[in-house]
């Protein structure tokens, strides 16, 4: 019998060229701080949801679960450090997970439930990582805010490419007003 091959999938926010242009400053200068291995600038991203191991037949499910997100853009605020002694990794994030950030995960993984994806049941920790087994944490836990204006997300597979680490898009859906702002604006009279 054919086996059925699988995909490594997430779903993930990716920064603009400004925003990836700021975080891979900033991994820089926290090398030079923390040391260990810096994640190349084009792959620079935050975790939405982790998918691991998808069968590639459950794709088309997946793309269609995204399409039916309804979900505002928002800002996020990128202003905190923090390191993981248990897998040494440096990462940036913010002080306050916006609202919106947080419901948009938690419709995600509504949804992929209910199609019968497994998720994790670990609460949702928002990390951008920008290192990866870091000698030291970094002194300072604060960085200066760098605005991330969130207008999409994405489906993204994680290959290995001659021994690297290799993120492709798999597709990309809009973040935009939520429903009741569009309802609760003033129709225009006519
Ligand atoms: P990390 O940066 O903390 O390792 C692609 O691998 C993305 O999925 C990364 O952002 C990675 O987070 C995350 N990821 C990888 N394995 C994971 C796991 N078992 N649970 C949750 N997130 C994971």
């Given at each position: ?7 490594r999938l997430?779903f993930?926010?990716?920064p603009?060229?400004?925003v ?10 926290l ?8 994640i190349p ?27 039916a ?14 390191y993981?002694?248990h897998?040494?990794?440096?990462w940036?994030?913010?002080?306050e ?6 419901k ?21 920790a928002?990390?951008?990582?920008l290192?990866?087994?870091a000698?030291?944490?970094?002194a ?9 204006r ?22 990309r ?9 569009v ?8």
């Amino acid at each position: 019998m054919p086996q059925e091959t699988t995909a490594r999938l997430f779903f993930a926010l990716w920064p603009d060229d400004a925003v990836r242009a700021a975080l891979a400053r900033l991994a820089r200068s926290l090398h030079q701080e923390c040391a260990g291995r810096m994640i190349p600038a084009h792959n620079i991203h935050l975790t939405l949801v982790f998918l691991g191991n998808v069968a590639n037949g459950r794709i088309p499910d997946l793309r269609a679960l995204a399409a039916a997100i309804a979900a505002p853009s928002f800002d996020l605020i990128v202003d905190a450090l923090d390191y993981w002694r248990h897998n040494r990794i440096v990462w940036a994030g913010t002080a306050e997970c916006p609202e919106a950030l947080r419901k948009l995960v938690a419709q995600l993984t509504h949804g992929l439930r209910t199609a019968g994806f497994r998720c994790e049941d670990r609460q949702y920790a928002p990390h951008i990582t920008l290192l990866r087994a870091a000698r030291r944490a970094p002194a300072v836990q604060a960085t200066g805010g760098i605005l991330w204006r969130a207008g999409d997300f994405v489906l993204m597979q994680s290959l290995r490419r001659n021994g690297a680490v290799a993120y492709e898009a798999i597709g990309r859906w809009p973040l935009g007003a939520a429903l009741q702002d569009v309802l609760r604006r003033p129709m225009p009279m006519v």
